[in-house]
């Protein structure tokens, strides 16, 4: 593994911002700011958005700042016609492909989800979740699906954050179900059995569809973060 540096530092705090709301979808990105508080000059901190703009979590523009990557309408659409298809094909390279390392891994990014959802806090159980996933995607280690997959995951965790912060014992018993689909994903890929491990991404998704759809009303893309509507008690 590589040795952690400032560099690194600011693209690990910048994803992880990202990913749990702290840096608001759409908001520009101070890059004099950044090169203060991680000690670093314009040319590294420069490549750092060039590389979170090719992975999705940010967008380069013309004479502008970057800014994190929009979270739409449109987006969302996208989101829900592209996820089950991407989420397959991933589960079922990631059976025929992954290493015994990556399943060690996958196995430890399960056991941080267990125990974020035994008590970690919704920024917690996105990440956890997040890691897992893209733990998959490594194994499956397709340069033609990375793209589209990582853009995905991006997405998922954000609209999680958004829209889906547990409440009530219907929201528990649908996490519980998530975490034991886990395990049977990773049972899955541990046996190279691709055709189940798709079946599972289908379930997995249509668990995650049913969770984000619960709480989602048309308008509320539209608005700040900070009047986005409560989630309802199950």
């Not at 705090?13 to 000059?41: M, N, Y």
């Not at 033609?144 to 958004?162: E, K, V, W």
């Not at 798709?198 to 995650?208: E, G, I, M, P, V």
């Amino acid at each position: 593994m590589a040795p952690k540096t400032r560099k690194t530092d600011l693209a690990d705090w910048l994803k992880r911002q990202i990913l749990t709301l702290q840096l608001a979808p759409g908001s520009d990105l101070d890059e004099t700011q950044l090169c203060d508080s991680f000690g670093l000059s314009r040319t590294p901190v420069r490549e750092v958005f060039r590389d979170l703009d090719g992975l999705g979590y940010v967008q380069i523009r013309e004479q502008r700042s970057p800014k994190v990557s929009d979270l739409s309408h449109v987006t969302l659409r996208n989101f829900f016609l592209a996820a089950p298809m991407i989420y397959g094909a991933v589960l079922r390279l990631a059976a025929g492909n992954a290493r015994p390392d990556q399943i060690t891994a996958l196995k430890a990014a399960q056991d941080d989800f267990r125990a974020a959802l035994q008590s970690g806090s919704a920024e917690d159980r996105t990440l956890a979740n997040y890691r897992f996933h893209e733990i998959t995607g490594e194994m499956a280690g397709s340069v033609y699906l990375m793209p589209s997959f990582h853009r995905l995951l991006i997405d998922h965790a954000r609209i999680g954050m958004t829209f889906y912060r547990p409440q009530g014992s219907d929201t528990a018993m649908d996490m519980g179900l998530a975490s034991d689909q886990h395990d049977q994903i990773i049972a899955a890929i541990e046996a190279g059995d691709a055709a189940t491990a798709a079946r599972l991404a289908d379930d997995h998704w249509a668990l995650s569809r049913d969770q984000i759809s619960l709480f989602l009303m048309p308008e509320a893309l539209d608005q700040p973060l900070g009047q986005m509507p409560q989630p309802r008690t199950a």
